[in-house]
């Protein structure tokens, strides 16, 4: 799922939130595509060298804080070094239930273990803690049984009242933080009953479509009942047990992260292909804000995998590529990288033909290949690809500004002299909210649409403005965006009723067409039935394309570099990855 819950993020960025009712602030911007691509491959290599003199330093710093490789020759062997974007300074949290931050979900699904899996290629359902389950006919009551060799890295057993445990403490700090992240897994759940030691019933108040999926995922994983003693704040800081393959040992905010690995582990999901413990002895996690200084220290072989937000540019491909790194990519399910309209009255996307305008002078083709590289893929819809029900919208989204400049003049738009159209005296102009910089995607959108005679204005704003702008939709388009294997995740985006921004969600629809989105929406959540489901996120992808309600941008595609001592990365559905999998050469 996701990353940063709902943001509003510049055109590239990555995994934020947008404002609105939740109190949960903005995540940073993530996303900067193309920001090497001025780059010569022998200006980077000269960076790396220049890099050497950095690399000890950090090293250094990393070691002072818990991150620092084994002494035992054998044991730094078996050391995976992953260097990840920086850390999440907004929610500092590796608390499963809290966190958004995709780089703790993948340090999370490696500690932490759920009642269920989800295929990464097909999207079913498979079993994990729990062997199998029953659904009642009317989609209120899950029976999981649960396995019986399964125990928590603390001791305790994994049962039935730990499920129980765990999804209480999750209901109780939904109702004291509404605004909680993983509050939207849980969405129905009302209590849970231990009929034997491993059967357990969670019963819900109201149809949850994507209560199954829900429990595949870091969010609803876990945690030993040792830890829903502690506070919430313990927890966020590190102190958590699971029963996965590999244990948090240490955790500084803002500096990195440490897995040890559990010597006893035997019960992976179907999804991972080793039976047992870890091959590798420890991960150790670096967040590492600076680009320069992450690739400087993948290029020096000081890290394994270098991880960014935001994928590579032709030339980092190449350049990484030639040595001899994997580039490992999977597009994030969930809703692709949108831009969303303010189209309520008095505003210029208040009219439809203008929205429709909008869509069809975006070259999305000539966007995915100057920002990222030629193969990068084209965004072909309202979510990414890997989201099931995924519908294709790609006919609909064809760059066409020869259809975008008619539609413009039936709206009674005229060009001038300067290339901008205008009506009644005034240009035609957008003002974009971002943050915290433009970047070379918002340049490129907007001469894009100086072609058709649409003036873009690029509104940098800080997080806290950006926070207030949305709220009281000062803007004409915005953005945002939640990671997760299941459409109902963009429920918590367009569907005011429970959005976490219910400005954004409310904004983009006129009477009649929020009345048609909310019917498909409920329709979507409450099917039993695959097909009903189909059908219903079908529609609701058909209407935010045919009324100009989103405005696809890119395909989010996350994507590592490992180096050529690692082998067996593969991705989870939630585009994570299982490290227990992963085995490492001798360097």
């Not at 290599?45 to 035992?72: D, F, H, K, N, Q």
């Not at 006919?137 to 445990?165: C, P």
């Not at 440490?258 to 413990?277: C, E, F, I, M, T």
């Not at 969930?334 to 505003?347: H, I, S």
């Amino acid at each position: 799922m996701t990353d940063y819950p709902n943001d509003s993020f510049s055109l590239s960025s990555l995994v934020g939130h947008s404002p609105g009712k939740s109190s949960r602030p903005e995540a940073p911007a993530a996303f900067v595509p193309g920001q090497s691509n001025g780059t010569a491959p022998g200006a980077l290599r000269s960076l790396a060298r220049r890099l050497a003199g950095l690399v000890i330093p950090v090293a250094a710093t990393l070691a002072l804080a818990g991150c620092s490789p084994s002494a035992e020759d054998g044991q730094a062997a078996r050391t995976l070094k992953i260097a990840f974007w920086g850390d999440n300074t907004v929610l500092v949290s590796v608390d499963p239930f809290q966190v958004y931050w995709i780089e703790h979900r993948v340090l999370l699904r490696n500690v932490a273990e759920s009642l269920t899996d989800q295929d990464p290629k097909t999207g079913e359902i498979i079993p994990w803690l729990a062997k199998s389950w029953e659904v009642s006919d009317d989609a209120l009551e899950y029976t999981f049984h649960l396995r019986e060799d399964v125990t928590f890295s603390n001791g305790e057993r994994f049962d039935a009242q730990a499920v129980k445990i765990a999804f209480d403490s999750n209901k109780a700090f939904a109702a004291e933080v509404p605004s909680t992240f993983g509050a939207t897994y849980l969405a129905g759940y009302e209590h849970a009953e231990v009929l034997d030691a491993f059967t357990v019933k969670l019963v819900l108040s109201r149809p949850n479509a994507g209560f199954l999926q829900a429990a595949s995922t870091t969010n609803l994983a876990i945690l030993a009942p040792a830890s829903y003693r502690l506070t919430a704040r313990e927890r966020s800081l590190g102190k958590i047990v699971g029963s996965g393959p590999f244990v948090l040992e240490s955790y500084t905010p803002e500096v990195g992260a440490r897995l040890v690995k559990r010597k006893d582990y035997a019960w992976p999901s179907a999804n991972l292909k080793n039976p047992g413990a870890a091959h590798l002895d420890s991960v150790e996690l670096s967040y590492v804000p600076e680009e320069s200084v992450r690739n400087g220290l993948f290029l020096q072989g000081q890290v394994d995998i270098l991880w960014p937000r935001n994928p590579f540019s032709e030339v980092d491909l190449k350049l990484f590529q030639s040595r001899g790194a994997t580039i490992q990519s999977r597009s994030l399910p969930g809703p692709a990288f949108n831009l969303y309209p303010n189209a309520q009255d008095k505003r210029v996307l208040a009219d439809p033909r203008v929205r429709l305008a909008l869509q069809k002078a975006i070259d999305r083709k000539t966007y995915a290949a100057t920002i990222y590289n030629p193969d990068f893929p084209v965004v072909d819809g309202v979510y990414d690809l890997t989201t099931p029900y995924f519908k294709t919208q790609g006919a609909k989204l064809a760059y066409d500004p020869a259809g975008a400049e008619r539609l413009l003049d039936e709206a009674g738009w005229v060009k001038g002299a300067d290339g901008y159209r205008q009506k009644d005296g005034k240009r035609l102009s957008l003002t974009y909210i971002l943050s915290p910089a433009e970047t070379a995607g918002d340049v490129l959108v907007q001469d894009q649409l100086r072609k058709v005679g649409i003036e873009l204005k690029l509104d940098v704003l800080t997080r806290a403005e950006r926070v207030t702008a949305n709220a009281a939709g000062n803007y004409d388009l915005t953005s945002t965006y939640m990671s997760r294997a299941d459409p109902i995740i963009l429920q918590t985006i367009l569907d005011p009723r429970t959005a976490n921004s219910a400005a954004l969600a409310s904004n983009i629809y006129s009477p009649q067409t929020l009345e048609r989105a909310t019917a498909l929406f409920d329709a979507g959540i409450t099917a039993t039935a695959g097909g009903q489901r189909a059908r219903a996120y079908g529609e609701l992808q058909d209407l935010l394309i045919d009324e100009g309600l989103a405005f696809p941008i890119y395909e989010r595609v996350w994507q590592a570099a490992t180096a050529p001592r690692v082998r067996n990365f593969q991705w989870s559905a939630e585009g994570f990855a299982f490290l227990s999998d992963i085995e490492v050469d001798q360097p």
